[in-house]
């Protein structure tokens, strides 16, 4: 009987441990585990964990960040989804414990058919200066979003001269950056100022550096503008006012004529040897063009709008074959059908003879001399109003087939913000530093 008893005592106590195993609380709970039916555009999706282990969050799919990968008990989780420009995709987020895995399934739809995505493009303002109290070097963040307001009339298509004619709408936007890469708020959006050991700074140089790269902000996400003294090149002669690296293309289907090509869809900052971005020439932001439209070819606004086009895959709208000289070889070197080439070489000459006359008559050269140019493969005489000419031009409007590449750029490039479409939303990381191509235009 004793061991008839132990042995029903120790059944029952089997019995009831499977018991209480069945109905006790997961590891983790989920608030939401399935998303589906998500809008196309740019969302955030909140999630409730509720454990009391150390756990880890882990997005399978690169248009998804969790705002937290790892913690220990309660907490709420947001989903960063960015906009989908594609077809209709799924994704998974895991949360790990030691004794459990559960999944969040999201599904977002694609953008509608026949409709173009606006582009919100976050711009992060790197101040280097070595001295606070120069005015030239400390720019104040007030004066940079005023001049990144005016360069975005630029590319809404408001132009300042020819009767305000109407330009080419982009359909894009560049906007201060709200936090910086771990998501912080930024105190002055926009805007970050790096104390630096000399200025000024050789700027063809800074752009091959790869001692600089450490500066930038991941360029997937947001668009550099290095804000900076140059130091003087040609012993002086001559002023640089801005440069840019251009994009990257991959080869294939994709391919941007004009570009420098790569293998590969996607890129990370920890790929680069050099600081992939854009320099402006901080001795000149305080200068633009007056309320009476007198032209100053020192125009800061022109400038970025200018070095921005260059950064987003724009080549200067003149024929830039610098070996053609002054023969009669045109070449449309900037691949836009809708941007009259010229011999720059030739319009400069010409430039300097009418100078001459005019200062010998005691008169001054009109701007609508100036501008004018001789299209180089038709001999139509044209008015300059591109903003990625040179030298004297109205300088205020882009044109559609330029819009066209920015656009491409904009979905298929890699390093550079944005939504993006087929490989290149394909985000297969590469470890390591890469020997890509660099191109860097003035």
Not at 159 to 167: A, E, L, P, Q
Not at 328 to 334: A, G, M, N, Q, R
Request: proline letters at 4%; glycine letters at 8%.
């Amino acid at each position: 009987m004793i061991r008839k008893n132990f042995f029903f005592f120790l059944l029952l106590f089997g019995l009831l441990s499977v018991s209480c195993g069945d109905n006790s609380e997961p590891a983790v709970s989920l608030s939401q585990d399935n998303f589906a039916n998500i809008s196309y555009e740019e969302n955030t999706l909140k999630v409730s964990i509720q454990t009391s282990l150390e756990w880890t969050a882990t997005s399978l799919v690169n248009w998804c960040r969790v705002s937290q990968s790892k913690g220990t008990g309660d907490a709420v989780l947001e989903l960063s989804l960015e906009p989908n420009i594609d077809t209709e995709r799924s994704g998974v987020v895991k949360i790990w414990t030691k004794e459990q895995i559960r999944e969040i399934n999201i599904r977002q739809e694609g953008i509608p058919d026949g409709q173009e995505f606006t582009y919100r493009l976050p711009v992060i303002f790197h101040v280097l200066y070595s001295d606070a109290e120069d005015r030239n070097q400390y720019i104040d963040q007030e004066r940079l979003l005023k001049v990144l307001d005016r360069v975005n009339t630029y590319y809404d298509g408001i132009t300042r001269y020819n009767g305000g004619d109407k330009g080419v709408d982009m359909n894009l936007e560049f906007v201060p950056a709200e936090t910086d890469e771990t998501g912080n708020a930024l105190l002055t959006p926009g805007v970050e100022y790096v104390k630096m050991d000399a200025m000024p700074l050789d700027c063809e140089a800074f752009m091959g550096d790869s001692r600089y790269v450490k500066l930038l902000w991941d360029p997937n996400r947001y668009i550099n503008v290095m804000l900076y003294n140059f130091a003087e090149v040609d012993g002086g002669g001559s002023v640089i006012l801005g440069i840019s690296h251009l994009p990257l293309s991959t080869t294939g289907t994709t391919y941007l004529e004009g570009l420098p090509a790569t293998q590969y869809a996607y890129l990370t900052k920890e790929n680069l040897s050099y600081p992939k971005c854009l320099s402006i020439n901080s001795l000149y932001v305080y200068e633009e063009t007056g309320s009476d439209g007198k032209y100053n070819g020192f125009d800061v606004n022109v400038t970025l709008a200018h070095e921005l086009g260059h950064y987003l895959g724009l080549h200067h709208a003149f024929d830039e074959d610098e070996n053609s000289g002054l023969s009669t070889d045109c070449i449309d070197s900037d691949y836009c059908e809708d941007t009259p080439s010229y011999n720059r070489i030739a319009y400069m000459m010409n430039l300097r003879a009418l100078l001459q006359e005019a200062a010998q008559q005691g008169t001054s050269l009109s701007m609508a001399e100036a501008v004018k140019r001789e299209n180089c493969k038709t001999g139509q005489i044209f008015s300059s109003y591109n903003l990625m000419d040179y030298e004297i031009s109205y300088a205020d409007r882009l044109t559609n087939d330029q819009r066209n590449r920015i656009r491409h750029v904009l979905t298929y490039s890699p390093l550079t913000p944005g939504p993006k479409k087929g490989k290149a939303n394909t985000r297969s990381v590469i470890e390591g530093k890469l020997d890509l191509p660099m191109v860097i235009v003035k």
